[in-house]
């Protein structure tokens, strides 16, 4: 019997949109604007290019880029000839970057020259020396064949975004129509980096298959053509790629663009173009209501936003934001879920919107065990989250251990998130038992900062707990058991070790030096007595 929903590639959403929505408009940047049929048509050029460069079907290709239209263009090229697309934090700096370059065995590198005074081309530089002559050989880099660059002073190792469009010419439709044909429908197309807890990112893998649950999100939300989407949530997240590109294109949406996410200008663009779709954390929430006190726009076209919540912190935004912003429906997912596995409906009460964190997706089964013992716990009381479904992630790419771990024999994912499924249904997510941070949105393991702060001369052990922030959610903080033998570092000089190499989200917001870590008889340091110990010295020099 065949299956109900018929398989497609996330490659031919832009062709799928251009027929079914012709000369809508599909996208708004900065003035300029393009039409379904418009937008269709870059897709192919790019796709062509890459052809014509010899990017190979099942290649792995990293896109550095910010929301610009051609990071959008080149990833529905990639997914159209059987590419797989490696998304990288645009705040990734050179340790970050090449560790996902390397780890993710990417063939082809596209990154944008510079944005604001963060320099990529420079990053890229001091990983790859050899871009500085023309070669095509990364010695470090020993999977890479070729770096694209979008910008000015492209280096001779290097191609211009400008050569790829040119040689498009050099690929007919039809053998891109051909190429796209054999594209398999159950393969990979993305591979999206998450920090873990053991502080190597993971590569969380993703299949075509994705285009069933984009239809029941689109559905969920009541998405259609004479919708017009804000997309300022980075398109290198699986949340802005999912809910803002990928569903605006299937349903014929409109996306009115955004460089980098500026709450005043978010609100000038969106009463500017009448937009419908919000979409955000609490911390984007926070910020455009707080731009909207302070210079009040006509936002009455907004009908409806995304916002997970379920944690005691974020039901007063949740609220604020109903009759500040518009109304929104809250959810809960990952990326290894591909974002949303549950979400509540824009008909649910008020309550089940801002205090409940959505009701289970199609396809997808939520359970709620005691973490000790593995057993269900009863409705209303509080245990690990797990979720089984269709878009579950196949593993994490090179690492068939982690996915063991965390993916069960009976294909339920143990997500390490703590929750409570309600009597109506509604789960709610209290928070995580994983050692993960989450800053303004952002995974962090603060391991991975550990380690690179173990790196430098003068520490001799180090750990990295969370504290509560206004703004951003979560904030890392590093306890600090200095070197006898070495010149003690202040907390400037620690934190200047690790700007410019790790992401600055990832940065400790302060450094507490002390004598010896708290630890428990086996070994293990009690982080819950850290964060005690940096609650008390915080209260201490905030202003009373």
Not at 231 to 259: I, K, N
Not at 393 to 398: A, D, E, I, S
Not at 462 to 470: K, L, Q, R, S, T
Not at 523 to 535: C, I, N, P
Request: overall charge negative.
């Amino acid at each position: 019997m065949q299956d109900w929903f018929p398989k497609g590639t996330v490659g031919d959403l832009p062709a799928s949109a251009a027929r079914r929505f012709g000369e809508r408009e599909a996208l708004v940047f900065e003035g300029r604007r393009w039409s379904h049929a418009a937008f269709s048509a870059e897709v192919d050029r790019v796709a062509r290019g890459l052809m014509a460069l010899g990017v190979a079907p099942g290649e792995h290709v990293a896109t550095w880029l910010t929301n610009r239209p051609e990071h959008l263009f080149l990833i529905y090229a990639i997914a159209r000839i059987g590419g797989v697309v490696v998304p990288l934090n645009t705040r990734y700096r050179s340790h970050d970057a090449g560790f996902t370059i390397r780890h993710s065995n990417s063939a082809t590198l596209v990154l944008l020259e510079r944005s604001g005074p963060v320099n990529y081309l420079a990053m890229a530089r001091e990983l790859l020396p050899e871009l500085d002559h023309d070669t095509s050989t990364f010695a470090a880099f020993s999977d890479l064949k070729r770096v694209i660059v979008l910008g000015a002073g492209v280096p001779p190792g290097a191609i211009a975004w400008s050569e790829l469009l040119e040689k498009a010419g050099y690929v007919t439709h039809g053998d891109l129509e051909t190429r796209a044909a054999a594209v398999d429908p159950d393969g990979v197309f993305l591979i999206a980096y998450t920090s873990g807890t053991t502080g190597d990112p993971k590569g969380v893998m993703h299949t075509h298959r994705c285009l069933r649950t984009l239809t029941d999100h689109a559905n969920r939300l009541g998405l259609t053509e004479a919708d017009t989407v804000m997309t300022y949530l980075p398109v290198f997240h699986l949340y802005g790629l999912s809910d803002c590109v990928l569903v605006s294109a299937l349903a014929g949406a409109r996306q009115v663009l955004v460089d980098a996410f500026d709450p005043d200008e978010c609100l000038r663009l969106a009463e500017a173009e009448r937009a419908t779709i919000l979409h955000g954390f609490d911390t984007f929430y926070r910020d455009l209501m707080l731009a909207q006190e302070r210079h009040p726009r006509d936002i009455s076209s907004l009908r409806l936003g995304t916002l997970a919540v379920g944690m005691e912190s974020s039901l007063p935004i949740a609220e604020a934001a109903q009759r500040t912003l518009c109304p929104t429906v809250s959810g809960w997912g990952l990326t290894e879920s591909w974002a949303f596995a549950t979400m509540s409906f824009p008909g649910s009460s008020e309550e089940q919107r801002c205090a409940a964190s959505g009701y289970p997706m199609a396809g997808y089964e939520i359970r709620i065990v005691d973490p000790a013992t593995g057993g269900d716990q009863l409705t209303g009381v509080p245990g690990e989250i797990l979720v089984r479904g269709y878009m579950i992630t196949p593993g994490y790419y090179r690492q068939p251990e982690a996915t063991r771990a965390v993916i069960d024999e009976a294909g339920w994912l143990h997500t390490g998130d703590m929750g409570v499924l309600r009597a109506d249904g509604h789960l709610r997510f209290l928070g995580r038992y994983k050692d993960v941070l989450k800053v303004g949105g952002e995974n962090v393991s603060p391991a991975e900062i550990e380690a690179f702060l173990m790196g430098h001369a003068a520490v001799a052990q180090v750990a990295v707990i969370g504290i509560p922030d206004e703004r951003l959610g979560e904030v890392a903080v590093a306890f600090v058991v200095p070197k006898a033998s070495v010149p003690q570092a202040n907390e400037n000089e620690l934190i200047a070790h690790c700007k410019g190499r790790i992401a600055s989200f990832k940065l400790p917001r302060h450094v507490f030096y002390v004598e010896a870590l708290p630890m428990t008889p086996t070994g293990k340091v009690q982080k819950f007595r850290l964060r005690e110990d940096a609650r008390a010295r915080l209260d201490k020099v905030r202003p009373k």
